[in-house]
């Protein structure tokens, strides 16, 4: 939080200047928002971090600027620190926030408004951080799960193969879905892959994951990839078993016991329709998809 406040300010004192001199940006930027996010948002601040910043303007706006420049896309440098600036509309991160796309919630539920000149930032910011609606942590939940047992299942046959970079691709996805599912379960939205698990351990389904990946991290130093051994003995596998029912008692313990998750390979389509027709704004009185009535 210190951080988040210590760039925050800086920002509010760097960027009139920064904008009044700017040949394009001083044009547009009193009529937008302009919103801190990524790593420095997240209180990372470190010699690999930047400072990243959202301008959000009208679709209007945006037109306007991009006939006067050739890129939305703006650099700057404060207090040592690089920074760069992009345009964008706020109809589309409103739009895409209704889909919910859970990267850019994340992003917005850590964000940090420098300007916000219309109230539309704020806005925005407080639809991201609302409580995630129930169809959507069902639906969502629902989904990563079914592909988790997919891509476990897709590390059989290399495992008795040997095929020590298949294995290592479908497990990486196993995982990553895994720890979206834990996300999905404890009604987190979840960041770009970059950052999954420094958020999944802070939830409480991410972090009953934690032993299990950290375990699977040591197996692929000790070179477990070229097991010689079936599957069922593989200690990979056995370790991807073990979150798989960490998956399956947090569920049930939440009241989710539906039929897909032992028979999950029936219900893949209905999965993925789930998600993408579910919004983060929930209608009234319908029915979380993946449950049953």
């Known amino acids: ?15 009139p200047e920064f904008f009044d ?68 509309s706020m109809g589309a991160f409103s739009d895409d926030l209704s889909k919910c796309n859970m990267c850019l919630i994340h992003e917005l539920r850590t964000a940090a408004i420098i300007t916000d000149n219309t109230g539309a930032a704020a806005e925005l910011l407080a639809l ?20 988790m ?7 059989d046959n290399p495992m008795e193969r040997r095929d020590a970079v298949a294995v290592l691709l479908t497990a990486a996805k196993c995982l990553t879905h895994a720890l979206k599912a834990a996300m999905a379960l404890d009604g987190e939205p979840w960041p770009y892959e970059k950052w999954l698990h420094h958020a999944a351990v802070k939830t ?11 375990t ?5 130093a000790a070179d477990k990839l070229r097991f010689e051994g079936p599957e069922a003995d593989n200690p990979i596998s056995r370790e991807m078993h073990g979150i798989r029912r960490i998956l399956i008692d947090a569920a049930r313990a939440k009241g989710i016991n539906e039929p897909w998750l032992n028979q999950w390979w029936l219900h893949m389509d209905q999965a993925r329709d789930a998600v993408e027709n579910t919004r983060w704004q929930e209608p009234v009185g319908e029915q979380a998809p993946g449950t049953s009535s």
Not at 149 to 155: G, M, N, Q
């Open 204 to 214: 409480p389904t991410g972090s009953a994951l934690a032993p299990g990946i950290e």
């Open 21 to 88: 001199g700017h040949p394009v940006l001083s044009k547009f930027y009193r009529r937008a928002g302009v919103v801190l996010h990524g790593s420095t948002a997240m209180g990372i601040d470190d010699e690999f971090s930047d400072v990243d910043l959202w301008l959000l303007q009208t679709e209007a706006d945006l037109a306007k600027l991009d006939a006067a420049s050739e890129t939305r896309f703006f650099e700057f440098n404060l207090d040592g620190k690089p920074g760069h600036l992009n345009a964008t």
């Open 128 to 147: 991201a951080r609302r409580t995630m609606p129930d169809a959507v942590r069902s639906a969502f939940f629902f989904y990563h799960y079914v592909e």
């Open 216 to 220: 699977i991290l040591n197996l692929l």
């Open 1 to 15: 939080m210190m951080i988040k406040t210590h760039w925050t300010r800086a920002l509010r004192e760097f960027l």
């Open 149 to 155: 047992r997919s891509y476990h299942r897709a590390c």
